[in-house]
């Protein structure tokens, strides 16, 4: 028996949060789980491409691979170990671009072979393992919940999760360029320690989101998607962007600009009534830079994982 679950990419920090809110977009990983009887080592990984081409990247294929450990860890919540898994990823979401691709893969990972087992883990359990793996909740709790949703790993593992009640025509125009950018480089350029000043900033802009979510207010939103804790260090590994932010800060329906997660994508909130105007500002600071990208305007998707036919 095999078994496919189908997971949304997600933007985490969203500003603001950082390594607590994040979205999904309706982009997606699926994730194919087999248990079968197989030569060697017991399992095999197969990753293919939106262009339906095998991908050669150097993504472990053994079991130090990320989705492997994480239902190796799900068959551990049930006193068990898995036996020989065939592991089969279709990808759509660009890799190491912000685009929570890791967090897809671990979550269709563990749907599918939870599905598999006849659901012995609920949500709570899979938004904690899959956070262990990941290291943080921002793009595991959108890919599991969709929708937009604040996070919080506590102490003990669990994960709190809530989602916000996002307005249908504020969508995402994502900004993707043709580079790589690995989130443990984007981690490695952060300080240890931030000062008060900077964490109280954030602090009342996260706040400040929560309340323009509920309260639907376009003005509030813009001044809530500010940053000190990370985009200030990361600008310097995505160039043009702070280009792209002082163009766009003016621009008539856009509610903020930020990196999309660890970068090097860029995220813009807006009202969906200006869409070629912020591809052209975008498009424009790039092309100067000789930076190629792909421009999409994307509703946030209200619904996460989920096991297909
Ligand atoms: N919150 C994480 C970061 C998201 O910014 O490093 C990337 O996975």
């Not at 989101?209 to 001044?223: H, I, P, R, S, T």
């Amino acid at each position: 028996m095999k078994v496919s679950a189908q997971v949304p990419a997600t933007i985490a920090n969203l500003g603001c949060g950082f390594d607590c809110l994040g979205l999904a977009l309706p982009i997606f990983n699926t994730v194919t789980v087999e248990e079968t009887v197989l030569p060697g080592s017991g399992i095999e990984i197969n990753i293919i491409d939106e262009d339906g081409e095998n991908d050669t990247s150097n993504i472990p294929r053994d079991k130090s691979n990320i989705v492997y450990k994480a239902i190796e860890l799900l068959y551990n919540y049930i006193g068990q170990s898995p036996n020989e898994l065939k592991i089969s990823i279709k990808t759509q979401i660009p890799v190491a671009r912000g685009l929570g691709s890791s967090a897809s893969v671990i979550v269709g990972g563990l749907y599918a072979a939870n599905e598999l087992l006849g659901r012995p883990a609920d949500e709570a359990v899979l938004l904690s393992i899959a956070t262990e793996i990941e290291g943080h909740p921002d793009n595991i709790a959108p890919a599991i919940l969709g929708g937009v949703v604040l996070s919080d790993w506590e102490g003990d593992g669990s994960v709190v999760a809530n989602k916000l009640p996002w307005p249908n025509d504020w969508v995402v125009t994502i900004c993707i360029p043709d580079y790589e950018l690995s989130t443990e480089i984007s981690r490695s350029v952060l300080p240890k320690e931030v000062s008060m000043k900077d964490a109280i900033y954030n602090l009342r802009h996260s706040a400040m989101f929560v309340q323009a979510v509920y309260e639907k207010d376009e003005e509030l939103m813009k001044l809530s998607l500010k940053d000190k804790l990370h985009q200030p260090y990361r600008m310097k590994l995505v160039p043009g962007l702070s280009q792209i932010m002082n163009d766009l800060k003016h621009t008539d329906g856009v509610l903020g600009c930020v990196l999309a997660g660890a970068g090097p994508s860029v995220a813009i909130i807006q009202n969906g009534t200006k869409n070629d105007i912020i591809k052209e500002t975008v498009q424009n600071a790039w092309n100067n830079i000789n930076v190629n990208a792909q421009i999409y305007t994307l509703p946030v998707l209200n619904e996460g994982a989920k096991i297909i036919l």
